[in-house]
């Protein structure tokens, strides 16, 4: 079991740009960051197995870079350009396997979770 703390979520102007943390008790091969907006879905946002290896859904790609610490034990999603729509609740996934796979993006292929933090885009 992997306990995981997000932080670093905040209101920012489209356009504009936030930094969101998140510790890890151990260290997992794969971590992942999902947003869920109100009334949606839990969605992938971006996933990572190793320094070289990360995973972006289309509607991030460019604008968002996840990535790691020398430790592995603390994940980042630095996020530009944000967007009224970028708004959810962003929450941190560790797993073993789970950046590899095909469907990453879901929610059930990942074991343990953050608390989640906020984001809010304002236009």
């Known amino acids: 079991q992997v306990q995981l703390v997000e932080s670093g979520g905040g209101s920012v102007q489209a356009g504009g740009s936030l930094r969101l943390s998140c510790t890890a008790s151990?260290?997992?091969?794969?971590m992942g960051w999902f947003r869920q907006a109100p009334g949606k879905e839990r969605e992938g946002v971006a996933a990572?197995?190793?320094?070289?290896?990360?995973v972006y859904a289309d509607s991030v790609k460019g604008r968002f870079i996840i990535s790691r610490d020398d430790s592995g034990e603390t994940l980042y999603l630095q996020m530009n350009s944000l967007k009224p729509e970028d708004t959810a609740m962003y929450y941190c996934a560790a797993d073993s396997t789970a950046a590899w796979k095909a469907d990453w993006n879901l929610q059930s292929r990942w074991n343990n979770w953050g608390q989640g933090t906020q984001v809010t885009v304002s236009s």
């Open positions: 990572i197995g190793t320094d070289i290896f990360t």
């Open positions: 151990v260290y997992a091969n794969s």
